[in-house]
């Protein structure tokens, strides 16, 4: 007789906030720190009614202080526990840089394996939101260049719990990426169960002969969107959710790539230094005889991201990725 696995429909908030307890009931060892996790339950409500059940030594507030939140979970990590540290906004992150890339990165290598760092960096990311100065920054590639950290960023409800507990149960750092503008307006089905999705592989989420589409977090509704649109004129596209973004999932990549001879990468970061630059490197080092025109980029402008009025000039749109894709097949 077949078994019937239960799922429900949430949104991409709610399958975190259900990745969280599934692994607090699981391990003992799992703990949850942050600033206003506890009582009010986080600033976006992803640890809500996780203090109340687990108790306060499992799920506690700390000062406002984003060194001391992963300076103490590094600690923490190396003597056995498996903190989720929770930065209420990436943009808030910087203070926290140093710990990070000097230490948490590193102590594996510098420990020659003694010790490791088995912890998650919750932060919340991306513009779109009409959030205040430095709340919607999206530096995903300051952490792609270390080695020795693992950066993940889910799109969908489904992947942000199995890639949420697979980032638990990692030996290394992971820093696990939500993005803002999709914590409520995604939703899907997601098994009541404990489930995994392998850290390091991205998906095909759609399939076309045309061009290869390239985008993750919240970029990927971006994506699919432009996709659906130029379908309308013949152009079809394969459109990739990277799901991690180090380490990156070459192979999925290359093999799209060779196919289609034709590429766009969209992310919301700004150009010069974005992850988009990688992937070009990517294609060249994989695929560049396949390549029937040069590779397209969708991204965020050099400046910081503007405040309301104009925050929606900064954002990718799926019109500005249909003029990229058009840019391509009509090279």
């Not at 992850?275 to 070009?280: K, M």
Request: with cysteine; proline share 5%.
């Amino acid at each position: 007789m077949k078994t019937m696995i239960k799922s429900k429909s949430i949104t991409l908030i709610q399958s975190i906030t259900d990745g969280m307890r599934t692994m607090l009931k699981e391990r003992d060892d799992v703990i949850v720190l942050g600033e206003d996790v506890g009582k009010n339950g986080g600033v976006f409500r992803a640890t809500d009614g996780l203090q109340e059940e687990f108790g306060e030594k499992r799920v506690f507030d700390t000062p406002l202080s984003e060194a001391g939140i992963i300076g103490t979970s590094i600690g923490m990590a190396m003597n056995g526990l498996k903190p989720i540290a929770e930065i209420q906004f990436l943009g808030f992150i910087y203070p926290a840089y140093e710990q990070i890339m000097t230490h948490a990165t590193r102590m594996r290598y510098r420990s020659l394996g003694r010790f490791t760092v088995p912890m998650v960096i919750r932060a919340p990311y991306g513009a779109g939101v009409r959030a205040p100065e430095i709340h919607s920054d999206s530096v995903e590639a300051l952490f792609t260049h270390m080695p020795g950290i693992k950066v993940v960023c889910p799109s969908t409800p489904y992947d942000a719990k199995g890639l949420l507990i697979s980032s638990i149960e990692d030996p290394d750092p992971v820093l696990f990426l939500e993005s803002l503008r999709s914590y409520r307006s995604v939703r899907g089905e997601v098994p009541d169960e404990k489930y995994t999705i392998e850290i390091g592989k991205g998906k095909l989420v759609r399939e076309g002969e045309d061009v290869t589409v390239i985008a993750w977090g919240a970029m990927m509704s971006v994506a699919i969107k432009a996709a659906e649109e130029v379908s309308k004129g013949g152009i079809s596209c394969d459109v990739i959710d990277l799901r991690t973004l180090y380490p990156i999932d070459k192979e999925i990549i290359a093999k799209s790539v060779q196919k289609t001879g034709r590429c766009v990468i969209i992310h919301e970061a700004h150009a010069t230094g974005g992850l988009g630059n990688d992937i070009v490197s990517i294609i060249n080092d994989t695929s560049f005889l396949y390549m029937k025109s040069p590779i397209e980029r969708v991204t965020g402008a050099d400046v910081h991201v503007p405040f309301w009025a104009l925050e929606e000039h900064y954002v990718p749109t799926p019109a500005r990725v249909q003029e990229a894709i058009h840019r391509v097949i009509n090279f």
